[in-house]
């Protein structure tokens, strides 16, 4: 067989991969969804059984014949097969590298943790949970010596959510960073309260759709390639070409939980649905990763949405739809309510600012027990002078504190980073989209959105997975991560609203 028809077999062969992801990903959205209570059981498995379907393709022997025979000859081909090889094979060498009985152990343990972890976040009785995270870590640290990493346990964690991310760059980056958004925290905390109790009163969740889908639209999300669901914990997902999905959450005495639920997801969804379209059936046309996903998202929802632009312009349609509740309310009411800052135990409601130190608790625990600094059992405790020490507050039991996440139970060791990582690069996109239009804020003020979004398909959308976070950013700003955008932008926005 000569190179070309190589070539295509190879990426018949990655379309395939994706079909069975399409299928995957629809069966899960479902399971999310519309799935009635009794299917649950039946759909769980089929779930597991297929993803894993999919994942036996990526590690075959075909695909080891493919990488073989085509990465020796990659500087010679395309440029999109040539990466979609690189890929494949970084992902190929990470998976061969677990023991196959290993690794269902690994996924035997984190389906009890899972169960286990919500009876003892229920009962707000951590030590239920101790044994199994205290396994599921020492198979953590397993893994972490199977993948290999040059300096830091965690590094091996860290790479498949942020490809290049490592603890030599994150400790300075969230130290300073920490430091700093303490201080402003203790500024804000000194300063006038702003009031937001109006927007606790009752909404109709049949109104909320409304706003949420006319939001969507004014975003550019297309609404012929997607649709709005709803579910108690909002996500977006991409089913295949063509076929972006968002859930909100209506929430009818809180009315930020749809607003900005749905302009966060949104923002994943323009990420997703303006990726250049010869990336199709490559298994490169997804996001890059966790950190610059994360960025689209948190640009939309807080540097747009929580700007007082935005309201400027959207708040009149949403005091249309609500003309009783919203009617005493103005604009610029309405944008201060919407920022208020303090400290609270739940990561998932935490405002702009402080969300970044909840993050840092979590990367400070996850790096120590790798490291084997910090044991299981230490946690409830660690947790609450964490808090103490970051946000001033304690939480009154586990369920608030260091039981609230998921994430553990299911074995997600270095995610979190990502969510911090998200708003640095975020911050800095909007510096660099700035420069490129310095009349942007003022198209979010008459309404013209697609100028900010357009800068971003051209500078990150498009790219797909074609280039690392690392050589996105440089490519899109000039620069190298810094924490230094984000706390200008925060220290900027909040020294204005709470007059410090
Ligand atoms: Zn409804
Ligand atoms: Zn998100």
Known sequence: MDTEERVGAFRAYLKRIDHYNSAVALLHWDKRTYIPRKGVDA????????????????????MKGFLEDLLPLSADLDPITARALEQRKKDFDRSVKIPVERHEEFMVLTSKAEAVWEEARAQSDFSLFAPYLSRIVDMMREFADYWGYERHPYDALLDPYEPGMTVAILDPLFGDFRVRTTELLRRIEAAAPIDSAFLHRRFDPHKQRRFS?????????????????????????????????????FVSDFLNSAVFGTIHEGGHALYEQNIADDLRGT?????????????????WENIVGRSSEFWERYFAPLQEIFPDELGDVDAQRFYRAVNVVGPSHIRVEADELTYNLHIMIRYEIEKGLLQGDIQVRELPGLWREKMREYLGIEPENDTVGVLQDV???????????????????????TRALERDQPAWREAVRSGRLA????????HVHRHGSMLDPADVLRAATGEELSSSALMEYLTTKYTALYAL
């Open 407 to 429: 994430h553990w139970s299911g074995g997600d060791f270095g995610y979190f980073p990502s969510y911090a990582l998200g708003n640095m690069y975020a911050a800095q996109f």
């Open 213 to 249: 889908e006319y939001i969507l639209r004014e975003m550019g999300y297309d609404l012929e390639a997607g649709r709005l669901d709803e579910t108690a914990h909002p996500f977006e997902t991409t089913i295949a070409f063509g076929d972006v999905r968002v859930t909100t959450r």
């Open 43 to 62: 759909r769980s498995e089929a779930l597991g059984m297929l993803a894993s379907e999919a994942h036996r393709l990526t590690v075959s022997d075909e």
């Open 283 to 299: 298994l490169l046309h997804r996001g890059i990763s966790m950190g610059i996903h994360e960025s689209q998202s948190r640009f």
């Open 451 to 458: 100028e900010p979004k357009e800068w971003f398909v051209t």
